[in-house]
């Protein structure tokens, strides 16, 4: 065998286990609320075993050999899923780092030779280096999971259809208005006028906080939309310096209904569909 | 598939609808990608008299799509950032076809050259 | 050849397309029913579209056509059952379809029908075939 640090770190297994989980144990960061100790040895005894098993004199060089495809899924395996449970980067980097100074721990103690000592600990360094810029990519990957779900529970819970009375639907929109979710939210409305058979959609937009050229479109887009489905659509919550933005680009909202208050566009609703709302008599006043 | 006449242009965008499908597309981008398809196919048998179309399946990521490239060997256009304008039209017609399937797919290129022919490149993710 | 049934139903016409229109078929559809308002003094047209799964530019241009020539024959047209993925797709192709009325479904479409060809015949009360409120 060419390479001294290979026999020594095999055949001091049990010793390297002991000083990793001694590095990481004492590191302030540690995240017993998260992962428990026990957990913790399990992980880093299989990611060890893996690393050691398949460490020899055609892979040491060699991060990308296929001898570590076993090394590189544990580590993408811990890596996301301590993405998803809210571990920071730090401390994800402080297990694979703490790895590392365990490992040139041992080599110095064994390695006599200075020359050699250097050679085996920088081939050491180089590998783990690369399995931790693994580590950092998936740990990033798991994190845009994390948002891309996130983004999608926020569109969903953005764009919330309201059956405020029967044939009458609200959507108020809450931030602002592109092109994606301007989809999104024709979808939903869309598809609620078909499911309560409504014939009106109110479209609040006293959340949006600014109405330019490119949001009037998209609001024109779903009121169209709309129509050809056959159901009016009322856009409600124009606040004033929205009305002054619009009027000052020149932006033609003429052949949309407009409100300034959802309380508004309910009652040109009910005229619409030629309902009437009276106060309920006194019980007195008819009595008397 | 070529498409030669008005007829072929049926199971073309049944195949599409197929396609779309197995990538899980949703129903509003299938129905997207169906009628731009459409418009680039009566492009063709219009104006080129019929070309060829293919269907392949594309993936960038994580994101899947459909791309269509649509070539014939008809006169080309001329001014293709004409033909682009929204009511452009020397087929006395609305002018709508090749500005509104680029509102309609996620990407869009056209090649032109006139008397060799023209190609139209679509793509449309799946959740694009 | 194949064609699409327009169904008589008192004075209106109803039309259910349940294929997928290809052009000549279409264009036969427009000429069919222009002919059919002529023959039978229709005062609307009803257009079911509830089964249609794609609307390209020419079928829309089609559909907004025979409601131009039905309102020059003196007949409403309403489109109803769009479906929302076509609704979606429409607007983004850039074809709203302005001047086509839509219902929601053929219930709610007959009722807007009956409701234009009343106030029509409101307005001209001595018009021998007017509705008297
Ligand atoms: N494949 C083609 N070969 C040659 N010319 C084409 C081709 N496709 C489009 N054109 C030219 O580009 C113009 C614009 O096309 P576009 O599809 O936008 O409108 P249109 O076909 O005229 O009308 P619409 O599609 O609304 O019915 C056409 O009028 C035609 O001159
Ligand atoms: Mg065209």
Redesign the pocket.
């Known amino acids: 065998m060419k390479n001294q640090s290979i026999k020594v770190l095999q055949g001091k297994k049990k010793h390297v286990l002991e000083t990793w989980m001694k590095f990481q144990l004492s590191d302030e960061s540690l995240r017993e609320d998260l992962m428990s100790n026990e957990e913790l040895r399990i992980q880093s005894e299989e990611l060890l075993d893996a690393f050691l098993t398949n460490l020899k004199d055609d892979t040491i060089d060699d991060p990308k050999s296929s001898a570590f495809e076993a090394v590189v899924d544990i580590l993408s395996g811990i890596s996301i899923s301590r993405a998803k449970q809210g571990f920071t980067p730090r401390e994800t980097g402080i297990y694979i780092f703490s790895l590392k100074d365990a490992l040139l721990n041992i080599l110095q103690q064994e390695i006599k030779d200075p020359q050699e000592l250097y050679v085996q600990s920088l081939k050491i360094n180089k590998l783990i280096d690369s399995f931790g810029v693994v580590t950092f990519e998936t740990f990033i990957k798991g994190r845009e999971e994390v948002i891309l779900r996130q983004t999608d529970e926020i569109s969903e819970i953005s764009t919330p259809v309201i059956r405020v009375w029967d044939g009458i639907l609200a959507l108020p929109i809450i931030g602002t208005l592109d092109s994606s979710r301007t989809q999104v939210v024709m979808e939903s409305l869309l598809q609620e006028i078909v499911e309560t058979g409504s014939s009106i959609a109110i479209l609040d937009i006293s959340g949006v906080p600014a109405v330019d050229s490119l949001v009037a479109q998209h609001l024109i887009k779903t009121v169209s939309a709309t129509r050809l489905m056959g159901a009016e659509c009322i856009i409600s919550g124009i606040r004033p310096e929205i009305a002054q933005t619009v009027v000052h680009l020149g932006i033609d909202l003429s052949q949309v209904i407009t409100k300034s208050s959802l309380a508004s566009a309910l009652r040109a609703a009910f005229q619409m569909l030629q309902l009437t709302v009276v106060k309920k008599q006194r019980v007195q006043s008819i009595t008397e | 598939m070529t498409i030669v006449r008005e007829i072929d242009v049926i199971p073309f965008r049944n195949r599409l609808k197929e396609i779309a499908i197995k990538i899980g597309m949703s129903l509003v981008n299938q129905t997207k990608i169906i009628t731009a398809a459409s ?1 680039l196919a ?3 048998l ?3 008299n019929g ?1 060829n179309v293919t269907i392949e399946v594309v993936s960038k990521g994580r994101e899947n799509g459909v791309r269509l490239v649509f070539v ?1 060997e ?4 001329k001014d293709i950032s004409l ?1 682009m304008k929204d009511g ?4 006395k ?8 399937t680029k509102r309609l797919v996620s990407e869009f290129q056209i090649e ?1 050259e006139v008397g060799k022919g ?1 190609k ?1 490149t679509v793509t449309k993710w799946k959740n694009g | 050849m194949e064609k699409i049934p327009i169904l008589r139903m008192g004075d209106l016409l109803l039309v259910t397309i349940q294929v997928d229109l290809y052009d000549r078929l279409a264009e036969t559809l427009e000429s069919d029913l222009v002919l059919m308002i002529k023959k039978t003094g229709a005062q609307g047209v009803l257009i079911d579209i509830s089964a249609v799964s794609i609307i390209d ?2 079928m829309g ?1 089609i559909i907004g056509n025979i409601a131009t020539m039905s309102k020059i024959m003196d007949a409403e047209t309403v489109v109803v059952g769009m479906q929302p993925a076509v609704a979606i797709t429409l607007v983004e192709l850039g074809l709203p379809l302005n001047g086509v009325l839509s219902a929601l479904n053929v219930e709610r479409g007959m009722e807007l029908l009956k409701g234009k060809i009343a106030l029509k015949g409101a307005s001209f009360e001595d018009d021998e075939d007017g509705y008297p409120e």
């Open positions: 418009e009566r492009n063709m219009k104006y080129a070309g014939d008809g006169p080309g256009i033909a452009y039209s020397t087929g017609s609305l002018g709508l076809g090749l500005p509104g032109s023209t139209v | 530019s020419f241009r």
